[in-house]
């Protein structure tokens, strides 16, 4: 207490009391879900071994065409074709490629291994509704400071409308929580998916934006921006620390996702990885995508693609006048380029 009365500590950010119970348990749900990924790869090890190619005939074994095979072998059942016959009417494989894939040798001791990681997978996703219960609960009693008047109008995203579609998500609305928290609608950010909502909720809280002057320092909280080194009016260096940051992990997997999108922030993504890498691009799209989330949580204001960047039919046009000056100083000669394209 002396040294923080004196200034000699630095100042380090903490969420509201409520945010970190949400913390602990979000953490605790993160855990729970890489626990019950590595029993699925268990499960995956049994049946290889046993010469069941499930693997090769859908896509996630976890899936109900998955799970009913699985319990029906557990069950007893050893013809392939009335296994194949439990696939989901909606699964591309054909029943026959399926069956092909089902003919093992049912060893005893590898259906015992089987049965066991089967039972530890079906007990994680147990853990994982009572938690996801218990992450309501909290949010339900968290009273936010955000004033109920002015706020944007909320509108459900389709990444709402798809959220009943996707398996072993969170077990209730984190769209419609995010809103209640922040007052803006977050999921209109490209990128931003419910889990990565909840751990910015969790490791946030409702009120951060008042604990950091400017987004600036926001992003070099969650360690997403250089550390430029100037000595002499020369720059150094400009790497970025080399430490943790929970926030700043969040959104580097938001700008990961972006790799391949049809919207501006994908446009940005590639434009910086074709100029300086991959791993410059996840680090600048990081930065882009909290600078956006804080202003839209700190202005109470709507997702706007436009303030994004440069569109890229205005980069297509900038790019085939600097090409038409390059030409012109080569040669000479003043040249009119039309509706040309330059690949």
């Known amino acids: 207490m002396l040294l923080h009365q004196y200034g000699l500590l630095k100042a380090s950010f903490q969420p509201h009391n409520d945010a970190k119970r949400m913390r602990t348990l979000t953490r605790h749900r993160d855990t729970l879900s890489r626990e019950a990924s590595s029993i699925v790869l268990r499960m995956q090890k049994a049946m290889q071994q046993m010469n069941i190619k499930l ?38 494989t054909p029943k026959e490629e399926i069956a092909k894939a089902l003919e093992g040798n049912w060893e005893e001791d590898l259906l015992f291994v089987l049965r066991q990681n089967y039972d530890t997978f079906k007990h994680f996703c147990a853990q994982l509704d009572r938690c996801d219960t218990e992450l309501e609960k909290l949010m339900e009693n968290y009273r936010t400071e955000v004033a109920g008047t002015g706020r944007p109008s909320y509108s459900p995203t389709k990444k709402r409308c798809d959220y009943h579609k996707r398996k072993r998500n969170v077990g209730f609305d984190v769209e419609r929580k995010a809103y209640d928290m922040w ?95 991959g791993k410059a691009a996840v680090i600048a799209t990081a930065h882009k995508v909290a600078e956006i989330f804080f202003a839209m949580v700190a202005n109470q204001t709507t997702y706007n693609p436009e303030k994004v960047g440069i569109d890229e039919k205005v980069l297509l046009e900038k790019r085939i006048a600097r090409y038409k000056r390059e030409l012109e100083r080569i040669t000479g000669m003043h040249i009119e380029i039309g509706n040309a394209c330059v690949p």
């Open 183 to 277: 007052g803006v609608n977050v999921f209109e950010i490209p990128g931003i998916s419910h889990l990565t909502a909840l751990g910015l909720m969790s490791e946030l809280g409702h009120d951060f934006t008042r604990k950091f002057p400017s987004s600036k320092q926001f992003c070099c909280w969650c360690n997403i921006a250089p550390n430029t080194k100037i000595s002499g009016g020369k720059r150094i260096s400009s790497h970025v620390p080399h430490r943790r940051n929970n926030v700043g992990l969040i959104f580097r997997s938001i700008a990961s996702s972006l790799a391949n999108a049809k919207n501006q922030l994908g446009n940005f993504y590639r434009r910086i990885r074709s100029r300086a890498g």
């Open 55 to 92: 693997t090769l005939v859908l896509s996630d074994i976890t899936g109900k065409s998955g799970i009913r095979i699985i319990e029906a072998i557990l069950a007893g059942e050893r013809d392939p074709k009335k296994l194949a016959d439990l696939a989901d009417i909606q699964c591309k």
